[in-house]
């Protein structure tokens, strides 16, 4: 019996533990996207114009947040983690120094002042998948 009531009492403790901290991250979420070991969440996310969408690293892979630059609108500006330009100087740099990289709990921002659809990737999980959308309408 005493056994069964350490458990009883363990489990509810436990329970109620969890519950304190599962809540205080889904109150503390200060981005829009996160980043997990190989996906974008959400893979697409819908904004307004003039908008700032904020990416999180949250997984200890590093990443990167790199548009295809045939992926985004016409007269749109360029965007990619390290302030790149452009999309080969992107790869570029993270080819030769990792530059651009979001390290965990590393955060980006751009901000869409053109409405359409834009792609981006994270340049060393591409192959994987590791791809999103944004929507500005």
């Known amino acids: ?3 069964r009531a350490y458990l009883r009492t363990v489990a509810g403790a436990s329970a109620v533990g969890l519950a304190g901290c599962l809540g205080g991250l889904a109150e503390s979420r200060d981005y829009d996207v996160g980043m997990t070991s190989n996906a974008f969440d959400p893979a ?3 904004v307004a114009a003039g908008d700032t969408v904020v990416w ?3 997984s200890s892979h590093a990443h990167s947040v790199t548009a ?3 992926g985004i609108p016409d007269g749109a500006d360029y965007f990619a983690s390290g302030g ?5 100087s ?3 740099g993270w080819t030769n ?3 651009g990289s ?3 709990g590393d955060t980006y921002s751009h901000t869409f002042e053109v409405a359409g659809q834009y792609r981006y990737f994270c340049i060393p999980h591409e192959r994987g998948g590791m791809v999103g959308t944004v929507v500005v309408e």
């Open 90 to 92: 992107a790869r570029e």
């Open 68 to 70: 295809y630059e045939d």
């Open 97 to 99: 120094a990792t530059d």
């Open 56 to 58: 999180r690293n949250t």
């Open 1 to 3: 019996m005493e056994r």
């Open 44 to 46: 697409e996310i819908t």
């Open 84 to 88: 790149f330009d452009d999309e080969p």
């Open 102 to 104: 979001l390290y965990q």
